[in-house]
């Protein structure tokens, strides 16, 4: 059982997403940076698609009330085991009763915390994703609050998993975003500006303000399927890429989308960072997701 | 009636869209449904989820089960087969969603349409609509196309949350609101009909196709 004994403003629990329910209009959700939370899993010896804690913004605490391993990957953080500092990307074996304390989050939005056994929380069509809109998932769909209480899952036996090196995961900080284009008029506009990211992103979208090159102007359109990663064009210029809880559909020109490799940096982009284009082929997309596939199953 | 060929687009590494056509009407969306019935049919390899919209299908796969040009081969082969034969309606349902005409916007929209609040009822309540597409949140429905005399543009500020069942109508469509969330439409009723339930298994009580007609309760 994990105690949450000082809840941070925003706490979930994710896993890697709910499939199959689409049609019905249920957003895929699940982990916004999907590497980091397949290595935190890995780290404390769980398959990679456990059930674990999506952690953003400010501090909190967590007691574990049994024995267990534990790891975080994502953002680097400021954080203590008692009083005892403790990082990221390491896995970490705790005794009952002791206290995970995370004071800060530095340089990206999201820190995962896995745990052995993975979070045993019910599963909701197929997942334990919370999404929020439709209270799905998690503990009643909602994010964790102080007191609440999580079981955890039977560990695992068997080999551990090897841990991919850093080097093969995505470029945290790069500014240039390979997304696969579906217009070619919209793709050299995109590719011909830069972007920040804006204060008014969550985890259904993130809005791009822009900085240099011609304004992009968007339009309504008849409403089309669209995914995480869909680069939509609104009328006002300022483009949306639609994240974890991106809607089944959607009414705005579509310019492309970030390819799923790529997709954690935008996630762990902070507001004001900066964020470009470059246009890939849906084929070189999927190489490059193989590739990383592959260095989370070894 | 000529038909522009349907179009191939990537949704980035997971997903293709074909598009029939443009615009909304019935025609189009009976040949999306009619396409993604197919489609699904057919079982191809690595296709996880079918989702048909206004004039397009949305076909969501396994990227690492197959490769983007097969999986265009194989789609183009099923729809390219079946745009001759687009008459099958499919197991089209017909759902009575009864609505009590209470919503906040009634008096508002008998205002500016120039009927009576009665009259609004009556014409809401005594069509067949027809499920256009599903989303914007689970359970969402796409209902129309509402009687001409009531449409009305969206709602210039749309409200921060709208109470979960609100019947509501905006430009020529209705619907109703599963949760509550940000909402734009004028809100002219409520129901307790749950329009998504994640413990049935179509947590969405409405598919694309279906008939609906909302009863009024007195």
Same mark, same amino acid.
């Given at each position: 059982?994990?105690?949450?004994?000082?809840?941070? %403003?925003?706490?979930?629990?994710?896993?890697?997403?709910?499939?199959?329910?689409?049609?019905?209009?249920?957003?895929?959700?699940?982990?916004?940076?999907?590497?980091? !939370?397949?290595?935190?899993?890995?780290?404390?010896?769980?398959?990679?698609?456990?059930?674990?804690?999506?952690?953003?913004?400010g501090?909190?605490?967590?007691?574990?009330?049994?024995?267990?391993?534990?790891?975080?990957?994502?953002?680097?953080?400021?954080?203590?085991?008692?009083?005892? %500092?403790?990082?990221c990307?390491? %896995?970490?074996?705790?005794?009952?009763g002791?206290?995970?304390?995370?004071?800060?989050?530095?340089?990206?939005? !999201?820190?995962?915390v896995?745990?052995?056994?993975?979070?045993a929380?019910?599963?909701?069509?197929?997942?334990?994703?919370t999404?929020?809109?439709?209270?799905?998932?998690?503990?009643?769909?909602?994010?964790?609050?102080?007191?609440?209480?999580?079981?955890?899952?039977?560990?695992?036996?068997?080999?551990?998993?090897?841990?991919?090196?850093?080097?093969?995961?995505?470029?945290?900080?790069?500014?240039?975003?390979? !997304?696969?284009?579906?217009?070619?008029?919209?793709?050299?506009?995109?590719? =011909?500006?830069?972007?920040?990211?804006?204060?008014?992103?969550?985890r259904?979208?993130?809005?791009?303000?822009?900085?240099?090159?011609?304004?992009?102007?968007?339009?309504?359109?008849t409403?089309?399927?669209?995914?995480?990663?869909?680069?939509?064009?609104?009328?006002?210029?300022?483009?949306?890429?639609?994240?974890?809880?991106?809607?089944t559909?959607?009414?705005?020109?579509?310019?492309?989308?970030?390819?799923?490799?790529?997709l954690?940096?935008?996630?762990?982009?902070?507001?004001?960072r900066?964020?470009?284009?470059?246009?890939?082929?849906?084929?070189?997309?999927?190489?490059e997701?193989?590739?990383?596939?592959?260095?989370?199953?070894? | 009636?000529?038909?522009a060929?349907?179009?191939?687009?990537?949704?980035?590494d997971?997903?293709?869209?074909?598009?029939l056509?443009?615009?909304?009407?019935?025609?189009?969306?009976?040949?999306?449904?009619?396409?993604?019935?197919?489609?699904?049919?057919?079982?191809?390899?690595?296709?996880?989820?079918?989702?048909?919209?206004?004039?397009?299908?949305?076909?969501?796969?396994?990227?690492?089960?197959?490769?983007?040009?097969?999986?265009?081969?194989?789609?183009?082969?099923?729809v390219?087969?079946?745009?001759?034969?687009?008459?099958?309606?499919?197991?089209?349902?017909?759902?009575?969603?009864?609505?009590?005409?209470?919503?906040?916007?009634?008096?508002?929209?008998?205002?500016?349409?120039? =009927?009576?609040?009665?009259?609004?009822?009556?014409?809401?309540?005594?069509?067949?609509?027809?499920?256009?597409?599903i989303?914007?949140?689970?359970?969402?429905?796409?209902?129309?196309d509402?009687?001409?005399?009531l449409?009305?543009?969206?709602?210039?500020?749309?409200?921060?949350?709208?109470?979960?069942?609100?019947?509501?109508?905006?430009e020529?469509?209705?619907?109703?609101?599963?949760?509550?969330?940000?909402?734009?439409?004028?809100?002219i009723?409520?129901?307790?009909?749950?329009?998504?339930?994640?413990?049935?298994?179509?947590?969405?009580?409405?598919?694309?196709?279906?008939?609906?007609? !909302?009863?009024?309760?007195?």
């Amino acid at each position: 059982m994990i105690v949450v004994e000082r809840a941070p %403003p925003y706490l979930t629990v994710q896993d890697r997403g709910r499939f199959g329910y689409r049609a019905s209009g249920v957003p895929v959700a699940g982990a916004m940076d999907q590497w980091s !939370f397949a290595i935190a899993n890995l780290l404390a010896g769980n398959d990679r698609s456990a059930a674990a804690l999506e952690w953003a913004i400010g501090a909190g605490s967590l007691r574990f009330e049994t024995d267990t391993r534990i790891a975080m990957a994502g953002a680097a953080v400021e954080a203590t085991m008692d009083d005892v %500092p403790v990082t990221c990307g390491v %896995p970490l074996d705790v005794r009952a009763g002791q206290v995970l304390t995370v004071r800060r989050l530095i340089d990206l939005r !999201f820190v995962y915390v896995a745990v052995a056994g993975g979070l045993a929380c019910p599963e909701v069509l197929g997942s334990r994703s919370t999404y929020l809109p439709a209270s799905l998932g998690g503990i009643d769909g909602r994010r964790l609050k102080t007191g609440d209480r999580i079981n955890i899952g039977e560990r695992r036996s068997g080999a551990e998993h090897e841990i991919p090196p850093t080097s093969i995961g995505p470029a945290f900080g790069a500014e240039a975003l390979r !997304f696969v284009a579906t217009s070619a008029i919209e793709t050299k506009h995109i590719e =011909h500006a830069t972007f920040r990211v804006s204060q008014m992103s969550d985890r259904m979208g993130y809005r791009l303000e822009s900085e240099g090159g011609a304004a992009i102007r968007g339009a309504s359109v008849t409403s089309e399927p669209v995914c995480p990663g869909t680069i939509q064009l609104p009328p006002d210029g300022q483009p949306i890429v639609l994240m974890a809880d991106s809607p089944t559909i959607g009414g705005y020109r579509v310019a492309g989308a970030v390819i799923s490799a790529d997709l954690p940096i935008l996630a762990q982009c902070m507001p004001g960072r900066r964020v470009t284009f470059a246009a890939v082929s849906a084929d070189a997309a999927q190489t490059e997701l193989q590739r990383r596939e592959n260095a989370l199953m070894r | 009636m000529s038909e522009a060929p349907p179009v191939y687009k990537p949704l980035g590494d997971s997903g293709l869209t074909v598009v029939l056509g443009e615009g909304i009407s019935r025609d189009l969306s009976n040949r999306a449904t009619s396409v993604a019935r197919a489609l699904t049919a057919r079982r191809i390899d690595g296709v996880n989820e079918i989702v048909p919209s206004y004039a397009s299908v949305g076909i969501y796969y396994d990227s690492l089960a197959v490769r983007f040009p097969d999986l265009v081969d194989s789609v183009r082969a099923v729809v390219e087969s079946r745009i001759e034969n687009t008459n099958d309606s499919g197991d089209s349902r017909t759902i009575r969603i009864p609505v009590r005409y209470i919503g906040e916007d009634l008096r508002e929209v008998a205002d500016r349409t120039g =009927h009576t609040e009665a009259d609004v009822i009556r014409l809401h309540s005594e069509r067949e609509y027809y499920v256009y597409v599903i989303g914007f949140v689970p359970g969402w429905a796409y209902l129309g196309d509402i009687d001409p005399s009531l449409v009305l543009p969206r709602r210039s500020a749309p409200r921060k949350q709208v109470p979960p069942g609100s019947v509501a109508i905006a430009e020529t469509q209705t619907g109703v609101y599963p949760f509550a969330t940000p909402g734009g439409w004028h809100l002219i009723g409520r129901t307790e009909t749950k329009m998504f339930d994640a413990a049935r298994d179509q947590p969405a009580l409405l598919r694309v196709g279906d008939r609906v007609i !909302f009863e009024q309760m007195k």
